[in-house]
């Protein structure tokens, strides 16, 4: 019924700065974004790169001195949609947790050291004037769909239970009121690989199971891509390029991911040809002019040094932030053989 | 790098060889709990013999021992049970005086060196890069003059790229980036002049864009100083990379036991044993339509209790192809081929295990088995 319900929220010239001594620090510059109903968006970007600001912006909850500026605009379900930065103290709160819920890395410290399990799902589910017996029968599904024993956890004192299990524990608790949209912050950065995957897996059941929309973030590229359908590259606090993930893939258009997609270590990469990326990624003080890329990039001329790159269609699935982006398959080739069926890509 | 270069291994010393090691840790209980300690078992009867210039990866969860044999293979931890020598020198008798000691604990002490995962938290922070790099070298190295220490420290610091290193030198840690902290570790190790260095987890706290650059390294110079390397990581991409440039080996860890150890590439490419199969299902791969996002391989996500292993094969509370026989007995090592060895029945074709019912999980007690905790 509502045209919008394609997009469930759009960000549009979103910015956060910190005034600081040594001049304005732009963590998050300019970003456009629209996060599509029922899709996961893997965000990319390496430490530094403004990526936890884009997810603090969603839920305008940008820490101090921080200034958020720019328009954002989550698109319920049923009703109008809510203009997230004019909203009150009161609004914002509602808003948070149970339309948009978001997930840290580090269980640990998200959790109440001195609270049992069960006692942070019910001051959750009382905070927000839910139905507790109702919602503590939402917590126990979800524990057991996130293949942990429910009595058990929600028993548990949070030091009692391991990091995957915390994890875990930590994405039922962000789920139990129902939310729509689920924005994970590095949500499996301190587990090893195994438990990584399998938390992604489980992760793609709940999403079908309770109708999500997922905004993942994380610097591990490879990882993400198992996940999400839609991957958003993040270089020195801008998005550089945006586009499906089979199109990312095998195609990726900025130089800065396709160096960064043979940087990375894999096991099907021939191991003469893995390299790392030369030169380091810029302060936010201090942002190159022009392309913030250009330093570092193979392909970069005076108009990068000169001017900003505006967005380029590749597909009408696939945008990029370079005036190159046409010769970056040619100048940074793949090390790994990728199955280049362009058609196979769309299917998905 | 295939196996035909690999470094003929036969009629070698080995530099540290451990012999049926393990190390068991008891939970301190309170005073007046005199019920049995709880013990841990973080590393149960590992052999494993390093040589000169080798590599060896150790992988596997956490919670495994991967980092408590790494420490173990260094003489950082004594072990409760079994023995680990240097050049035929055991250390931990050498550190007690015990019997004729042919190599002093100093030596053995200064030869083994280590690399520890937080490069933040392992450097001191009120002292500059220079200070901290003299310290060994006015420690183990007393009669060296100042300006000699001075000229080797700035050129090791040149070595690993930090140039100028004047500048670099004259640096507190919190002015230098991750990668910079952990290059001023390596150079720290290195300094020692080490037979063998443990790398913890020593690029795990990188971005992945800088682990490549810091392998590298690492590789270098391990080519340039003769060094071996045991390098411990969760990450099988890494520890191939590693493993495989050197002509190493990987090693796979789990519940303290060492369940399958080969050359690099054999891990990778031809995994014997199903928890190896199960890492290598949970490392990302960047071709879509690779490995998708499947349900994980196993029977359940968590790792058991360390405190309380399942008996026989310590894997098959979790293992796809476990059957009744691996809940009884423990499977021996099989030698699957050249240096490769695998710890599971699966390996010897005229096994009962063939004969063996399946364990079959059914849903009740499926919900007891996803109560095993670890930590």
Redesign the interface.
């Known amino acids: 019924m509502y045209s919008a319900s394609e997009t469930i929220i759009e960000l549009r010239n979103t910015e956060v700065v910190f005034d600081m001594s040594r001049g304005v620090s732009r963590v998050l510059d300019n970003v456009d974004l629209d996060i599509r109903r029922g899709e996961i968006l893997g965000v990319v970007g ?2 530094g790169s403004g990526k936890s600001m884009l997810a603090s912006a969603m839920l305008d909850a940008v820490v101090d001195p921080g200034i958020l500026s720019g328009q954002i605009t989550y698109y319920p379900d049923d009703g109008d949609p809510v203009n997230v930065l004019g909203l009150s103290d009161e609004e914002l709160r509602r808003l948070r947790w149970e339309d948009i819920s978001m997930v840290f890395q580090g269980a640990m410290s998200s959790f109440n050291p001195t609270m049992s399990v069960k006692g942070h799902f019910v001051e959750t589910l009382e905070a927000h004037e839910y139905d507790r017996e109702e919602g503590m029968e939402r917590a126990h599904e979800l524990l057991s769909d996130l ?3 429910p009595e ?1 956890v929600l028993e548990s004192y949070p030091h ?6 915390r994890q875990r524990a930590l994405i039922a608790l962000s789920v139990v009121l129902e939310p729509d949209l689920l924005v994970m912050d590095e949500p499996t950065a301190a ?8 938390i ?2 489980l992760l ?1 059941g709940l999403k079908e199971k309770y109708d999500l929309t997922m905004v993942f973030i994380t ?5 993400v ?3 999400a359908n839609r991957m958003a590259v993040m270089y020195a606090f801008e998005l550089v390029e945006k586009g499906s ?2 199109e990312i ?2 195609n990726a258009a900025h130089p800065y991911t396709r ?3 043979n ?7 021939p ?1 003469s040809e ?4 030369e030169g ?1 990624a810029p302060d936010p003080v201090n942002v190159p002019e022009g392309c913030s890329y250009h330093p570092r990039c193979p392909l970069a001329d005076e108009q990068c040094v000169a001017e900003a790159p505006d967005f380029h269609d590749v597909s009408s699935s696939h945008q990029v932030e370079c005036f190159h982006w046409e010769d970056a398959a040619e100048a940074i080739p793949f090390n ?1 053989e ?2 280049s069926s362009p058609e ?2 769309e299917a ?1 | 790098m295939s196996v035909d270069t690999h470094p003929d291994y036969e009629g070698r010393d080995p530099l540290v060889s451990l012999e049926d090691v393990e190390v068991h840790f008891e939970e301190s209980s309170g005073l007046f709990d005199f019920s049995e300690p709880e013990v841990v078992r973080a590393v149960d009867g590992v052999d494993l013999d390093i040589f000169e210039q080798d590599v060896v990866a150790l992988v596997g969860e956490s919670g495994c021992g991967k980092t408590t044999l790494g420490k173990t293979t260094i003489g950082l931890q004594r072990p409760t049970g079994g023995s680990v020598s240097y050049r035929g020198q055991d250390i931990w008798d050498a550190k007690d005086g015990k019997g004729d000691v042919e190599i002093p604990y100093k030596d053995i002490r200064s030869s083994l060196q280590i690399i520890h995962q937080d490069p933040g938290s392992s450097l001191n922070p009120n002292r500059r890069v220079m200070k901290i790099l003299e310290a060994p070298l006015k420690r183990w190295q007393s009669q060296m003059s100042a300006g000699d220490r001075r000229g080797q420290v700035l050129s090791m610091l040149e070595e690993v790229g930090m140039t100028p290193p004047d500048d670099y030198a004259g640096r507190y840690p919190h002015q230098l980036s991750g990668g910079e902290k952990q290059r001023v570790a390596l150079v720290r190790a290195l300094l020692m002049d080490p037979d063998l260095i443990l790398a913890d987890e020593a690029v795990s706290a990188l971005d992945v864009s800088l682990r490549v650059e810091m392998m590298d390294l690492m590789l270098d110079l391990q080519e340039k100083f003769d060094t071996s390397f045991v390098f411990v990581s969760h990450d099988l991409s890494n520890a191939r990379y590693f493993a495989a440039h050197s002509g190493g080996r990987i090693g796979v860890m789990y519940l303290g036991e060492l369940v399958e150890i080969g050359p690099a590439e054999k891990i990778i490419n031809n995994p014997q044993h199903p928890y190896t199969k199960v890492l290598r299902w949970a490392t990302p791969d960047l071709t879509p339509d690779g490995a998708s996002s499947d349900k994980p391989p196993v029977r359940k996500i968590d790792i058991p209790d360390p405190k309380n292993p399942p008996p026989g094969c310590r894997f098959h509370t979790r293992c796809p192809e476990a059957r009744q026989v691996c809940m009884e007995q423990t499977p021996p090592e099989y030698t699957t081929e050249e240096f490769h060895e695998t710890k599971c029945f699966r390996e010897d074709d005229s096994h009962e295990y063939w004969s063996s019912p399946q364990i079959t999980d059914d849903e009740n007690e499926a919900d007891q088995l996803y109560s095993e905790a670890d930590d």
């Open positions: 390496e430490s293949y942990l024993d058990r009692e239970l391991s990091g995957g299990m587990l090893d690989l195994l438990m990584q995957r399998s992604l897996s793609e610097h591990d590229l490879p990882l891509a198992e996940l993930t089979d893939l095998q160096a960064l997609l940087s990375t270590p894999n096991l099907d990469a191991l893995m390299t790392s990326i380091s790994i990728q199955p196979e890509g998905r």
